[in-house]
């Protein structure tokens, strides 16, 4: 299974992103998907994650601002970001990860997000 993530880019702070990542390869099922990020010199930090059964999480700094959303039919995972500040600047990786049997940890290339003051 590949994950495969888009939709980073150059916005204004204020402004909106939608990433998006998609499994491919193969389904997906009773695991957790998230969004983490990374700056270079700092560790990678979780962002966002949903649970197959719908159950959300967010970092403090992004929560009223980002919504994580998935769709077990196409394995797809999205972060939509409002309100993007400086400090969201990053790399945000896709991961998708299985806990029981058959377990698995995928994650997908990363896409760039930079938000501009």
């Known amino acids: 299974v590949q994950l495969q993530a888009s939709g980073g880019g150059l916005v204004q702070a204020g402004g909106s992103l939608r990433l998006s990542c998609a499994a491919s390869?193969?389904?997906?099922?009773?695991?957790?998907m998230r969004w983490y990020r990374q700056v270079p010199g700092k560790q990678r930090e979780l962002v966002a994650g949903?649970?197959?059964?719908?159950?959300?999480d967010y970092a403090d700094s992004v929560k009223g601002r980002f919504t994580i959303s998935r769709d077990n039919a196409k394995s797809t995972v999205v972060l939509q970001m409002n309100s993007l500040k400086p400090e969201d600047t990053a790399v945000y990786y896709c991961?998708?990860?299985?806990?029981?049997?058959?377990?698995?940890?995928?994650w997908g290339q990363g896409t760039q997000v930079t938000v501009s003051s």
């Open positions: 390869g193969g389904r997906l099922s009773g695991d957790v």
């Open positions: 991961n998708a990860r299985r806990f029981v049997a058959p377990r698995y940890d995928y």
């Open positions: 949903v649970t197959s059964g719908g159950i959300t």
